[in-house]
């Protein structure tokens, strides 16, 4: 099983409760770290942040980005949404929030491993996206970035199954864990610093 390569070292008794122990003793075996990745995104999330979670937790992989969601650490700052399959019906929360990034978690099909995990631009979506929403996220950004002004970047996340079952793939499950814990991280900091 190859290890999520945006896996950070975690601090799993910080995981939120909700995490299960199966889930955790995974979380302690993640080796690799993307430090470009985090590099990335520490640099990316500043003022206010809204992280979007979209995908359709019924089609295997496809529910990771609500799944992070799910798993963040509660106590991190920021505007965290879980879109599910429609985030076109978020549009008036996220502008309303006014947001100065915006960053979309969904699973995205760029020919990485099972799990792997990059910061992508909005546009490249239209071509790689296995999404199962109905808007293109390319769309959705642009309306939302004009709307806002806000940067937007795609956290994407290389799905190995999109199967319709309720369950993440073990790879792409070690991905969501470190991501909601880095997200956490980096936002909390940033909560420390306003």
């Not at 790879?171 to 997200?183: F, G, H, R, Y």
């Amino acid at each position: 099983m190859p290890s999520s390569n945006c896996a950070q070292r975690l601090n799993v008794q910080a995981l939120p409760s909700h995490v299960g122990e199966h889930s955790r003793q995974r979380a302690r075996a993640l080796k690799g770290t993307n430090r470009n990745l985090i590099a990335s995104l520490s640099d990316l999330l500043k003022g206010r942040i809204c992280i979007v979670g979209v995908g359709n937790r019924q089609r295997g992989d496809d529910g990771a980005g609500p799944r992070v969601i799910d798993a963040r650490d509660p106590t991190a700052g920021g505007f965290w949404l879980d879109a599910g399959v429609a985030p076109e019906n978020y549009l008036e929360p996220i502008a309303r929030w006014k947001p100065d990034t915006i960053l979309i978690v969904d699973v995205v099909a760029f020919g990485g491993d099972p799990g792997e995990c990059q910061l992508i631009d909005p546009k490249t979506t239209e071509t790689t996206s296995v999404s199962t929403h109905a808007g293109s996220l390319d769309t959705l950004c642009r309306y939302l970035s004009n709307r806002t002004g806000a940067q937007i970047k795609v956290l994407a996340i290389q799905p190995e199954s999109i199967d319709l079952v309720n369950r993440l793939s073990p790879p792409v499950e070690d991905a969501v864990i470190a991501l909601a814990q880095t997200l956490s991280s980096l936002l909390s900091r940033n909560q420390d610093q306003a």
